[in-house]
């Protein structure tokens, strides 16, 4: 099994920027695929970002296309959210998730395994 830890979240004003990590541990890592998700206070869950095993394809919601980065960096389990031009709309609890299948796509339900989330806060 993975078990998976975020990192990162904070308050920051409208424009700013915070880098997230989620450090993974457990067998089949590397070639797992990995999303953010996130969810807002009375809100369902949203996917974020999805990045395949090795780190070369990504994909990204709309509403974040253009200004979230997600990256990994296998040799050292790490997956990362590089965020800037933060929104009030951002203000959510995110999370890390694995998906030995490769099958998950943007599907909560379908992963496997999930951190324990790392709020971000943007005011305006």
């Known amino acids: 099994q993975v078990q998976l830890v975020e990192s990162g979240g904070g308050s920051v004003e409208a424009g700013g920027s915070l880098r997230l990590s989620c450090v993974a541990s457990?067998?089949?890592?590397?070639?797992?695929?990995m999303a953010w998700f996130r969810q807002a206070s009375g809100k369902e869950r949203e996917w974020v970002a999805r990045?395949?095993?090795?780190?070369?394809?990504?994909y990204y919601a709309d509403s974040v296309k253009g200004r979230f980065t997600i990256s990994r960096d296998n040799a050292k389990k790490t997956l990362y959210l590089q965020m800037i031009s933060l929104k009030p709309e951002d203000t959510a609890m995110y999370y890390c998730?694995?998906?030995?299948?490769?099958?998950?796509?943007?599907?909560?339900?379908?992963?496997?395994?999930w951190g324990h989330g790392t709020q971000v806060t943007v005011s305006s």
């Open positions: 998730a694995s998906c030995p299948t490769g099958t998950c796509y943007t599907t909560p339900g379908r992963y496997a395994y």
């Open positions: 457990g067998y089949g890592y590397s070639t797992v695929s």
């Open positions: 990045i395949l095993g090795s780190g070369g394809t990504t």
